[in-house]
């Protein structure tokens, strides 16, 4: 399992923008496609975007295409997720997880356990 770390969680303005880190240890994270997840309150957590380990190829979900960006660092074992134009519907704890793909197109995490994730309060 890869260990990973989440942080670049905080209160911001709607319109603002944030950018979250994901420092990973253990096995590097060059050998998995790496995504963020979010969970809000009251609610299932859900898939936010993806980067591919060969080729950087990326995917969002509707809800946040054209405005995150996700974004990885090989040398320093990161992965980023860059949040613009933050809506207060993003408001949720973001966790970054390897990622797999399932039958119908779903992504999951490959990881056994959550990290901590980081928070993300977007005001009105």
């Known amino acids: 399992q890869v260990q990973l770390v989440e942080s670049g969680g905080g209160l911001v303005q709607a319109g603002g923008s944030l950018r979250l880190s994901c420092a990973a240890s253990?096995?590097?994270?060059?050998?998995?496609?790496m995504g963020w997840f979010r969970q809000a309150p009251g609610k299932e957590r859900e898939f936010v975007a993806r980067i591919s380990a060969i080729g950087g190829s990326t995917d969002y979900a509707d809800s946040v295409k054209g405005r995150f960006t996700i974004s990885g660092d090989n040398t320093k074992n990161t992965v980023y997720l860059q949040m613009n134009s933050l809506k207060p519907e993003d408001t949720a704890v973001y966790y970054c997880?390897?990622?797999?793909?399932?039958?119908?197109?779903?992504?999951?995490?490959?990881?056994?356990?959550w990290g901590q994730g980081t928070q993300v309060i977007v005001s009105s």
């Open positions: 253990g096995r590097t994270f060059t050998s998995y496609n």
């Open positions: 997880a390897p990622v797999g793909r399932d039958y119908n197109g779903r992504y999951y995490s490959r990881n056994l356990s």
